[in-house]
């Protein structure tokens, strides 16, 4: 039972890059999905959120307006379409399950390994 995060890359600063996040024995609808990320030398930082049942959408700051969430029930998917790249987006990122809405990564119980996300200025 796990999580898997993909489509993580080397990217140039101002291009794009879509997250995907999939449910390996674990369903994704009726849950809450956050998207963190972590970078070298700093603490885990809360990126996005989705509810299917509180129907919460949430940004951090440092991403509103430029990234997206999105999720698709028929392929047990939570995506994050990052634009406009900074090279401050670099780090890895994970995707994790939670019950309801939280921007603390210590109320998910499921999570997976992350993709890493490498952005050039």
């Known amino acids: 039972v796990q999580l898997q995060a993909s489509g993580g890359g080397l990217v140039q600063t101002g291009e794009s890059l879509r997250l995907s996040c999939s449910g390996s024995?674990?369903?994704?609808?009726?849950?809450?999905i956050g998207w963190f990320r972590q970078a070298p030398g700093k603490e885990r930082e809360w990126v996005s959120y989705?509810?299917?049942?509180?129907?919460?959408?949430d940004y951090a700051d440092s991403v509103m307006g430029r990234f997206t969430i999105s999720e698709d029930v028929d392929e047990n998917t939570v995506d994050l379409e990052m634009k406009s790249l900074k090279p401050e987006d670099a780090a890895i990122y994970f995707c994790?399950?939670?019950?309801?809405?939280?921007?603390?990564?210590?109320?998910?119980?499921?999570w997976g390994q992350g993709t890493q996300v490498t952005v050039s200025s």
């Open positions: 024995g674990v369903t994704l609808e009726g849950f809450g």
């Open positions: 994790a399950r939670a019950n309801g809405y939280s921007t603390n990564w210590r109320d998910y119980n499921y």
């Open positions: 989705r509810g299917s049942r509180d129907g919460i959408r």
